[in-house]
Each structure stands twice: as structure tokens, then as C-alpha cells.
């Protein structure tokens, strides 16, 4: 049985005829561009979930299968949404992420129009909720109001992620980012003027059709302006269907592959650079669950930095105060000061 995520909806449909005919099904069909609610929900997480809040995407980004599989921008209901979040708090879950392809032009489209920045702050409402994050950002849809709702919802990580892609306006260009390095630039001293205490990560793809070590280097030279905490990187990957797969200029997967190399020296030395700046500071951990060694539990900072401390089991699913004590590339060690709720 094969089929789309816009006919998830058939799905009961399709299992029946798919066992009652003993025949392979493939359902294609066509996106009605609706948003079908009420399915039941399996959660594998128990204190930190995912909580969709749209569908698809309007960009068109060159490199991105995306807007062809998924279909363009549909927005769930507000109301949908924070009921759906009170239940999974109730359930246990204190960190909630809010997710869509571009959470920042959520609300576009639905008959009571809502913007994201009011939905942040419709969400921050919700009693038993410690921590919110949302994902993904697309740089040209973040509006100052979303600037002032992260600024003064205290539930809000201070963490965001926003990809870059590129540091090379010719590139972004022909990815079709529809910004320039210098608006990304502009935004990001924004957020840090309105948060100061505020964490970047983003996603780079290097070796892009028609890059150039020139190109590169003004990718390179954004990782040190914008100052990083963490970050993704790909090499440049032809996905059928899209217009950069058949774009000339393609570079060599040996060039590629330096130019990642190099990229991912420069953002892990500044990961370790942030983390190493955190020992001896206090910041409150999420326990998730049991670390590797005994007496050991693993949890994750504002910052969605990964943290060992040894805590009793009882402590799990609660969030404390660690003293930082110890850093690494990928993870923090730390003591257990007090135990709260």
C-alpha cells in the first residue's frame, strides 16, 4: 500500500480494499490543498514533542522537493492547535516545538487570520508548559512583531533556528531565497538587540551549482558575523524535479566535499567555543532520561545543548538547576544543584 500524505485521510479506506483485494494499491491523487484534523495521535517522545502547526510550503527554493511532495502553505486552526497542545501536557510534555516549513508565515489563508507571533503568545498561556521552540524560520517572513512576541514570552527558548544557506548573494539568489546576506544580517542584530541572550543555529548548503571559492568564502565569513552556537551542513545534492538539479555549473563532488570539510571546521570549533563558555554557569536542564552511565540521567539546556549529570531516576521530566562543569563539541557535564518542579 502506497500513498501520499495528502491522502492520509483514505488511509482506513485503502488498508480495506488493500486486504480485501490481496492487491498492491497506489494512491496518488491530487492535493485538495484542505487540512483533514481528528486522527489519532502516537507520540514516541513522553517530555519533549513535535506539534505540527502547518503543511507544506510556498517558497520554491531551487534545490527543495518540498512545495512538490507536500503541497503549498495550509495553516491548522488556532484553536486545534492549543487544544491539542493542553493534551499533550497533560500527558506529560513540558517542551513543545512548533513545526511547519516556515512556521513564520503561519496563519496566511485561514478564515480568522492569525499571525505566528500571536499564536506564540496564544501558547504561552498554557499551564504546565515550560518550554516552547519553533522550527523552521525562514529569514525574509521573520516580522518584528515575531521579534517583540520572542522577546517577551518568557516560555520561549532562546534558541532560534534560521537557516542561511548561503552567504553569497549570487547563490542566494539563484536558490531563490529571496533575501540578501546584508537583510539577513539586518535581522539577526535585531533579534539579538531585542534578545541578547539569544542562540543561532542554521542550515548550510555548500557547493551549490555555480559556487565559487568566492562564494564560499562569504558563506565562511558569515558563520563569523552571525557567531553560530550550532549548525547543519549538506553538500549540494541534485533532487529530481527541481530547477537546480539541471543547472549548469555543477561542482565537483571532491570540491564539494572540501569546501564541507573546512565548513564544518570552522562551525564545530564555535560550538565548542559556546559550550565551553557555559562551564561554570548555572542554566536549567529538561531530564529526558537515563544516561549511559549509572546514576546518570541526559537532558537538554534552553539552548538544545545535550547535558549528563548524575540525578536520581525520580528526576526525569523535571527541569533543574546544573551547575555546568564540563564541555565537549557535542555535549555538556554538569552537577545538579537543587531539585524543583
Known amino acids: 500500500l502506497v500513498f501520499g500524505t495528502h491522502s492520509l485521510h483514505h488511509f482506513p479506506e485503502l488498508m480495506y480494499n488493500a486486504l480485501l483485494d490481496g492487491k498492491r494499491v497506489f494512491e496518488r491523487g491530487n492535493d485538495d490543498n484542505q487540512l483533514y484534523e481528528g486522527f489519532p495521535v502516537k507520540r514516541d517522545g513522553t517530555f519533549k514533542g513535535w506539534l505540527p502547526i502547518m503543511y507544506g510550503c510556498n517558497n520554491f527554493c531551487t534545490y527543495c522537493v518540498v512545495p512538490y511532495v507536500r503541497g503549498r502553505e495550509r495553516s491548522r486552526e488556532k484553536n486545534i492547535i492549543v487544544s491539542e497542545a493542553k493534551n499533550m501536557i497533560e500527558s506529560g510534555y513540558k517542551d ?161 566535499a572540501e569546501r564541507l570539510n573546512v565548513l564544518q571546521e570552522k562551525l564545530f570549533s564555535r560550538q565548542l567555543n559556546f559550550n565551553k563558555e557555559c562551564i561554570g554557569k548555572i542554566m536549567p536542564v529538561l531530564f529526558e532520561s537515563k544516561g549511559k552511565k549509572k546514576g546518570q540521567l541526559f537532558g537538554r539546556t534552553p539552548y538544545m545543548q545535550n547535558l549528563h549529570a548524575e540525578a536520581p531516576a525520580e528526576s526525569l521530566n523535571r527541569i533543574l538547576p546544573v551547575r555546568v562543569t564540563g564541555a565537549t563539541v557535542n555535549s555538556l557535564s554538569g552537577t545538579v544543584i537543587q531539585q524543583q518542579n
Open 96 to 256: 513543545i516545538t512548533l513545526l511547519g516549513q516556515n512556521v513564520n508565515s503561519y496563519g496566511k489563508g485561514l478564515e480568522n487570520e492569525i499571525t505566528f507571533a500571536q499564536l506564540l503568545k496564544q501558547v504561552e498561556q498554557i499551564e504546565g508548559l515550560k518550554r516552547i521552540r519553533f522550527m523552521t524560520s525562514h529569514p525574509k517572513d521573520l516580522s518584528d512583531d515575531l521579534i517583540e512576541a520572542m522577546r517577551d514570552c518568557d516560555k520561549v527558548c532562546r534558541h532560534l533556528h534560521l537557516p542561511l544557506q548561503s552567504g553569497s548573494d549570487k547563490i542566494l539568489k539563484a536558490m531563490n531565497r529571496r533575501h540578501t546576506a546584508g537583510e539577513y544580517i539586518e535581522t539577526v542584530g535585531k533579534l539579538k538587540e531585542a534578545n541578547p541572550e539569544l542562540g543561532f543555529s542554521s542550515d548550510f548548503i555548500v557547493g551549490f551549482p555555480g559556487e565559487t571559492d568566492e562564494d564560499f568564502a562569504a558563506t565562511l565569513d558569515m558563520v563569523d558575523r552571525v557567531g553560530y552556537i550550532q549548525a547543519y551542513s549538506f553538500k549540494y545534492s541534485r533532487r529530481a524535479g527541481t530547477p537546480a538539479a539541471v543547472y549548469p555549473g555543477q561542482v565537483p563532488e571532491k570540491i564539494k
